[in-house]
């Protein structure tokens, strides 16, 4: 389980706001911001650096990227005993979204051919109001 309290929500406009206001302003680290957003460090700097406040995560202040990755490596150490949970809760959430885009391509097709018959039809329409109006001048 994550223990970010913030881990999934959307980025809300004001946060976004406070984050460059917290990174380019007031020269906070990039673990500062992530324990008040109490969001991870990797959220940060994704964010950072989709927002165009960073051009690579190397560029970050405040992030090392070789701790980093150690940290990362200890940690998953660590938690080899939580991998079974972790799979299946990974097995599970991919099989939610594999049934989400299933309902999604249905949704679609049937848009599609909801569209295709309706637009068939008034060509049709129109064909035969055309040669209707054709026949009736002749």
């Not at 020269?27 to 992530?34: D, L, N, P, R, S």
């Not at 960073?54 to 990227?65: E, N, P, V, Y």
């Not at 999604?104 to 035969?128: A, C, P, R």
């Amino acid at each position: 389980m994550n223990s970010y309290k913030r881990f999934g929500n959307r980025w809300t406009v004001n946060e976004v706001l406070s984050l460059q206001r917290e990174y380019e302003l007031l020269g906070w680290t990039i673990q500062e911001i992530a324990d008040k957003h109490e969001r991870s460090v990797k959220a940060i700097l994704f964010k950072l650096e989709t927002e165009g406040f960073i051009d690579s995560w190397k560029d970050a202040r405040g992030f090392d990227m070789e701790s980093y990755t150690a940290s990362f490596e200890t940690n998953r150490n660590d938690t080899n005993e939580d991998c079974d949970d972790t799979d299946e809760e990974l097995s599970s959430r991919v099989w939610c979204l594999e049934v989400a885009v299933n309902d999604i391509k249905d949704m679609i097709q049937q848009l599609i051919n909801t569209s295709s018959s309706s637009s068939t039809l008034s060509t049709e329409k129109k064909f035969n109001t055309r040669r209707t109006q054709v026949v009736e001048q002749h």
